[in-house]
T-cell receptor, first 110, second 112 residues
């Protein structure tokens, strides 16, 4: 069982607001990831990190930003939320061969 | 761009039937994972296969990694309603970027 946490689980917010989605893991994994997923669809990588002070953009263009100041913490920030950002956001961390996911944050921007 | 095609996209079967889900790519992966996901939740890791030709069993689920490490299959024997969910395969890239490429997903519904 993986120990990776995401908060909030659900968020409804108005257009133009700044939001931060939290992700924490207690496994000491260096590599962490953020994915975006529409219901029942495939996952798209939006950001990843190899370790502290390392962040990279993923394959799907995103207006979000991330930071990695501590190994266990990998928050994602949207400076100005828009309805097109409505989606499920999944955080993950990995060992050499296994990737573990958090429960996700379901974001709705009105 | 590496792609992973899953088939079928949707599958609705009766309890007790067998099924196979396929995950195919033209690219080589260093390892491949299978996940099951429930609505509103994160994917849960079922298995990781690493070696070409590897076969792993998890109760009624059998996973196989292709010899060339480009494809994989998931076979479920005597499906049960509890097997219902979205099945995703994910391949770890060999480019040194530590990224995973996710398949398009197979939505399975097992009817009682």
């Amino acid at each position: 069982e993986a120990d990776i946490y995401q908060t909030p689980r659900y968020l409804v917010i108005g257009t133009g607001k700044k939001i931060t989605l939290e992700c924490s893991q207690t496994m000491g994994h260096d590599k962490m990831y953020w994915y975006q997923q529409d219901p029942g669809m495939e996952l798209h990588l939006i950001h990843y990190s190899y370790g502290v002070n390392s962040t990279e953009k993923g394959d799907l263009s995103s207006e979000s930003t991330v930071s990695r100041i501590r190994t266990e913490h990998f928050p994602l920030t949207l400076e100005s939320a828009r309805p097109s950002h409505t989606s499920q956001y999944l955080c993950a961390s990995r060992t050499r061969y296994e990737q573990y996911f958090g429960p996700g944050t379901r974001l709705t921007v009105t | 761009t590496q792609l992973l095609e899953q088939s079928p996209q949707f599958l609705s079967i009766q309890e007790g039937e067998n099924l196979t889900v396929y995950c195919n790519s033209s690219s080589v992966f260093s390892s491949l994972q299978w996940y099951r996901q429930e609505p509103g939740e994160g994917p849960v890791l079922l298995v990781t296969v690493v070696t070409g030709g590897e076969v792993k069993k998890l109760k009624r689920l059998t996973f196989q990694f292709g010899d060339a490490r480009k494809d994989s299959s998931l076979h479920i024997t005597a499906a049960q309603p509890g097997d219902t969910g979205l099945y995703l395969c994910a391949g770890a890239t060999t480019s040194g970027t530590y990224k995973y490429i996710f398949g398009t997903g197979t939505r399975l519904k097992v009817l009682a």
